[in-house]
């Protein structure tokens, strides 16, 4: 089932251009990872998909169903924490959990059960302004989860956290995913996205640029990882070698470039024959990172 189907969706802020003609779907259980630097759209488009901002044109559907009428009985299967969420800091997690769950017409068993699901239950009655970070990011996501939605929008959940903090709200959504729900996230941070998604979608400059499983992101071309005395010489000619693809790019300290086949040897012979020998020579581990850099280097390269 299609949870959300955007169609030509656009936002315009008067000369600003902030979301320009995207197209993507999002199927059930999946957890989608929006990807993009600041700026790029991403907290603009969930401002439309929960009727926060006014689409300028194009149209989108949730669970099928589009219309103002529809969308406002849709969006009770939605939850959604924004990049900063609003609670009583004089007040316990546990009671400003009661007052999110009294709006949302739910019990004290949900309260106790999404306390549990992120790791906060021997904190709840602790008062919030004495959480850290990490701990507020995770009663945010409480609340959100309080009405035991189907579909999960998150905005830059791990954003500004500690690499512990990351790691809890990881765990936490990847255990979501693996109840069954469907989760749309958004997020610069691509090591993150590679552990928690399972699919994504690149926006760049308000523009969807790539769409596909991270499986299909990951499987794309050989990344090599080329050492040698003289690094930007080594660069040059492994970027003119003519089984690369695209331009290589310089990660600490060594050269990495995609190639259209594994035969590493070839390569090898071609920086040889230019005079050029490398220290070390091997295929490296292709990471989201690589496929966003590319994609997005693509894209500049199209431009220009």
Same mark, same amino acid.
């Given at each position: 089932?299609?949870?959300?189907?955007?169609?030509?969706? =656009?936002?315009?802020?008067?000369?600003?251009? @902030?979301?320009?003609?995207?197209?993507?779907?999002?199927?059930?259980?999946?957890? %989608?990872? %929006?990807?993009?630097?600041?700026?790029?759209?991403?907290?603009?488009?969930?401002?439309?998909?929960?009727?926060?901002?006014?689409?300028?044109?194009?149209? %989108?559907?949730?669970?099928?169903?589009?219309?103002?009428?529809?969308? /406002?009985?849709?969006?009770?299967?939605?939850?959604?924490? $924004?990049?900063?969420?609003?609670?009583?800091? +004089?007040?316990?997690? +546990?009671?400003?959990?009661?007052?999110?769950?009294? &709006?949302?017409?739910?019990?004290?068993? *949900?309260?106790?059960?999404?306390?549990?699901?992120? *790791?906060? =239950?021997?904190?709840?009655?602790?008062?919030?302004?004495?959480?850290? $970070?990490?701990?507020?990011?995770?009663?945010?996501?409480?609340? =959100?989860?309080?009405?035991?939605?189907?579909?999960?929008?998150?905005?830059?959940? @791990?954003?500004?956290?500690?690499?512990?903090?990351?790691?809890?709200?990881?765990?936490?959504?990847? #255990?979501?995913?693996?109840?069954?729900?469907?989760?749309?996230?958004?997020? /610069?941070?691509?090591?993150?996205?590679?552990?928690?998604? =399972? /699919?994504?979608?690149?926006? *760049?400059?308000?523009?969807?640029?790539?769409?596909?499983?991270?499986?299909?992101?990951?499987?794309?071309? &050989?990344? @090599?990882?080329?050492?040698?005395?003289?690094?930007?010489?080594?660069?040059?000619?492994?970027?003119? +070698?003519?089984? @690369? &693809?695209?331009?290589?790019?310089?990660?600490?300290?060594?050269?990495?470039?995609?190639?259209?086949?594994?035969?590493?040897?070839?390569?090898?012979?071609?920086?040889?024959?230019?005079?050029? +020998?490398?220290? /070390?020579?091997?295929?490296?581990?292709?990471?989201?990172?690589?496929? %966003?850099? #590319?994609?997005?280097?693509?894209?500049?390269?199209?431009?220009?």
């Amino acid at each position: 089932m299609t949870i959300i189907e955007t169609r030509d969706l =656009t936002k315009r802020y008067r000369r600003q251009l @902030a979301v320009d003609r995207i197209s993507f779907t999002v199927e059930a259980g999946q957890v %989608f990872g %929006f990807l993009g630097p600041n700026g790029s759209g991403k907290t603009t488009t969930i401002g439309m998909l929960l009727g926060i901002t006014t689409p300028t044109a194009g149209e %989108f559907r949730l669970f099928g169903e589009k219309g103002r009428g529809s969308l /406002h009985r849709v969006r009770r299967r939605v939850g959604a924490t $924004l990049e900063q969420p609003n609670f009583y800091p +004089y007040l316990s997690g +546990y009671d400003n959990l009661r007052i999110a769950a009294n &709006v949302k017409g739910v019990g004290a068993a *949900r309260i106790d059960e999404s306390l549990e699901v992120v *790791r906060l =239950t021997g904190r709840a009655r602790d008062r919030y302004r004495t959480y850290s $970070l990490g701990m507020k990011q995770r009663l945010a996501l409480a609340a =959100t989860i309080l009405g035991d939605p189907d579909l999960i929008i998150l905005d830059e959940p @791990a954003n500004g956290l500690d690499p512990e903090g990351m790691r809890e709200i990881r765990e936490i959504i990847v #255990e979501l995913g693996q109840r069954g729900k469907t989760i749309f996230l958004s997020s /610069h941070l691509l090591h993150e996205v590679e552990r928690m998604c =399972t /699919h994504v979608a690149v926006i *760049r400059k308000g523009k969807i640029i790539r769409q596909a499983s991270v499986h299909d992101m990951l499987a794309a071309n &050989v990344v @090599a990882e080329l050492r040698g005395p003289d690094p930007v010489a080594l660069g040059r000619a492994a970027g003119e +070698y003519p089984g @690369a &693809v695209g331009a290589c790019r310089e990660d600490d300290g060594a050269v990495v470039v995609r190639l259209d086949d594994s035969d590493l040897g070839a390569l090898n012979r071609y920086l040889a024959g230019r005079g050029i +020998y490398v220290s /070390h020579l091997g295929v490296r581990r292709r990471s989201l990172e690589d496929a %966003f850099m #590319e994609i997005t280097t693509a894209g500049e390269e199209v431009a220009a």
